[in-house]
């Protein structure tokens, strides 16, 4: 398979710069603290209802982190989907689908590009089985999904922790060793 398509790129070194707490992460600081408001802002939208999540009609699993990649994320969704589907549940994944080119809505398959698709949705297509389906807004991705899978039965949402949009039943929060990262 080939090498992610985010890999080495601008966010990866201000994750590592981040990640250190050197001059440079202390330069950062003022960015961080402006999106940890903006971030804020937008919960709170949804929280006092000004913003309506929406709910695909079946029942939706977000895996996600609170650090910025690497935690974890796609190795949880692939596990809870092999558990869904052991216990006689139909499930199907949505994502972004980071580091694509493409803006549409559109399936994963197993011999999709990464650049169409995103190498994280690729891996799930061909690791799980099941549909996978890609899109900015991840309620697009969950109606075009069941449009073309209706017996789908519930869907694990990979990295959408951060998406209040999409409502969801239940949240999973992966931490890996780097605990919440620098600590700020």
Same mark, same amino acid.
């Given at each position: 398979?080939?090498?992610?398509?985010?890999?080495?790129?601008?966010? *990866?070194?201000? $994750?590592?710069? &981040? $990640?250190?707490? %050197?001059?440079?992460? &202390?330069?950062?600081?003022?960015?961080?603290?402006?999106? @940890?408001?903006?971030? %804020?802002?937008? $919960?709170?939208?949804?929280? &006092?209802?000004?913003? =309506?999540?929406?709910?695909?009609?079946?029942?939706?699993?977000?895996?996600?982190?609170?650090?910025?990649? @690497?935690? @974890?994320?796609?190795?949880?969704?692939?596990?809870?989907?092999?558990?869904?589907?052991? =216990? @006689?549940? =139909?499930?199907?994944?949505?994502?972004?689908?980071? %580091?694509?080119?493409?803006? *549409?809505?559109?399936?994963a398959t197993p011999d999709a590009r990464p650049q169409e698709v995103g190498d994280e949705p690729l891996l799930?297509?061909?690791?799980?089985?099941?549909?996978?389906?890609?899109?900015?807004?991840?309620?697009?991705?969950? $109606?075009?999904?069941?449009?073309?899978?209706?017996?789908?039965?519930?869907?694990?949402? *990979?990295?959408?922790?951060?998406?209040?949009?999409?409502?969801?039943?239940?949240?999973?929060?992966?931490?890996?060793?780097? %605990?919440?990262?620098?600590? &700020?």
């Amino acid at each position: 398979m080939p090498a992610p398509a985010h890999q080495g790129t601008r966010s *990866d070194r201000l $994750r590592a710069i &981040w $990640r250190h707490r %050197g001059l440079a992460a &202390w330069a950062l600081r003022p960015l961080a603290s402006l999106y @940890g408001v903006l971030s %804020g802002l937008q $919960r709170a939208l949804y929280a &006092w209802g000004l913003r =309506r999540p929406q709910h695909p009609g079946v029942p939706v699993v977000v895996i996600g982190n609170v650090i910025a990649g @690497g935690a @974890g994320k796609t190795p949880v969704t692939l596990a809870t989907v092999a558990h869904l589907q052991a =216990r @006689g549940r =139909r499930p199907g994944i949505i994502s972004r689908g980071y %580091g694509r080119s493409t803006q *549409d809505v559109r399936q994963a398959t197993p011999d999709a590009r990464p650049q169409e698709v995103g190498d994280e949705p690729l891996l799930m297509a061909r690791a799980s089985g099941v549909p996978v389906f890609v899109a900015r807004q991840r309620i697009d991705a969950a $109606r075009a999904l069941l449009a073309a899978y209706p017996d789908t039965d519930i869907l694990v949402c *990979d990295d959408g922790l951060q998406h209040h949009a999409l409502a969801r039943d239940l949240e999973v929060c992966v931490f890996n060793s780097d %605990g919440v990262g620098n600590g &700020w």
